[in-house]
C-alpha cells in the first residue's frame, strides 16, 4: 500500500528500512524522503514506523528470554 504518494513510497519500503538499520520516524524520512512534500502522510508513515519497531521488540523479547525450554 502507497504511504506517500509525492514520493511513491510504500509501507513495505517504510519496513525495509527499519529492517535495514533506521530506528525512527525521522531516519525513515531522511533515508526515503517520505512527507518531505505536502506532509499529509506523515501520521500514516509515523504509525507504520511505530508499529514495525514494535513489532520488531517484541521479536527481540522473545529470542531474548524464551518462554519455554525442553531438556533433551
Ligand atoms: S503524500 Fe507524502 S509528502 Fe505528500
Redesign the pocket.
Known amino acids: 500500500m502507497y ?5 511513491g ?1 510504500t509501507d513495505g519500503q517504510i519496513r525495509e528500512a527499519i529492517y535495514e538499520g533506521c530506528c525512527s520516524y525521522r531516519e525513515v524520512r531522511s533515508s526515503l524522503g ?9 501520521c500514516l ?1 509515523k504509525e507504520v514506523v511505530r508499529d514495525t519497531l514494535n513489532e520488531l521488540q517484541g521479536n527481540q523479547a522473545a529470542l531474548a528470554y524464551p518462554a519455554s525450554f525442553v531438556a533433551a
Open positions: 504511504v506517500c504518494l509525492c514520493e513510497v517520505v512527507a518531505s512534500k505536502c506532509g499529509k502522510c506523515a508513515a
